[in-house]
């Protein structure tokens, strides 16, 4: 494991983010910073975007910036859903929102350029990361300054990932040791598999409210001014 001073721990500098909430997705719904997620994974289509801006094709796409389009594709193949043609019989792209870059035209046209290779939605080019299928709230609390903060974090996220998210608010979070309930967390685990259960169903079963309990995780001082 590499290490930072006195704490080991993965390289922040370099450090890539497995998975994001749909709430994050949803923060980019413009045309200069454009996020979309399909079929479980997350797409920064931000390039895209800037290299076809002001053509008509990319409208439909702006329009769902930030939002998950699964109901595009077929789970299946995880191509774009096809439907036959009335006007043609011939099989093609369904898209009721109006054809989209990189869709061929209901009828052969002199302009049609299809020469870009592969459609933007196949291939991983412009993928960033998973969707979280399941997200939950926990509360961080540093009994050094007694600052809280609530976090949204998805439930297979290691802690490592959760510090990750937690830096904004505490540049030296690598520095602390964190716990649960008197224990140490081991950082390459999730929270369920360090103890720290789900329990919406619960809740659920009980007719009570989940957001009445937030699992709290402390941090304690280490006496190392690592920044990250």
């Known amino acids: 494991m590499p290490r930072r001073g006195?704490?080991?721990?993965?390289d922040f500098e370099f450090f890539q983010r497995r998975y994001f909430t749909p709430a994050e997705v949803a923060q980019h719904n413009r045309p200069e910073d454009l996020w979309v997620s399909y079929l479980g994974y997350v797409y920064d289509l931000t390039p895209l975007a800037q290299e076809h801006k002001g053509d008509l094709l990319l409208k439909p796409i702006v329009e769902v910036a930030g939002q998950d389009i699964s109901h595009w594709f077929d789970p299946k193949t995880k191509d774009i859903r096809k439907h036959i043609d009335p006007l043609t019989g011939a099989l093609r792209y369904s898209t009721p929102r109006g054809r989209f870059l990189h869709v061929p035209p209901q009828l052969p046209r002199s302009d049609w350029a299809n020469d870009f290779g592969k459609p933007w939605w196949q291939g991983s080019r412009y993928e960033v990361g998973r969707l979280s299928a399941k997200t939950r709230h926990i509360r961080i609390i540093n009994t050094l300054t007694s600052q809280e903060h609530?976090?949204?974090v998805g439930a297979?996220?290691?802690?490592w990932e959760i510090l990750h998210r937690y830096l904004p608010y505490n540049a030296h979070a690598a520095s602390y040791t964190w716990k649960y309930e008197g224990k140490n967390l081991k950082m390459d685990s999730t929270l369920e598999e360090n103890g720290i259960w789900?329990?919406?169903e619960e809740f659920d079963w009980l007719n009570m409210d989940s957001t009445l309990?937030?699992?709290a995780l402390l941090l304690y001082f280490n006496d190392d001014l690592t920044e990250l």
């Open 6 to 10: 006195l704490v080991a721990g993965p």
């Open 150 to 152: 609530t976090l949204e």
């Open 156 to 159: 297979l996220e290691s802690m």
């Open 198 to 200: 789900d329990e919406d």
């Open 213 to 215: 309990y937030t699992p």
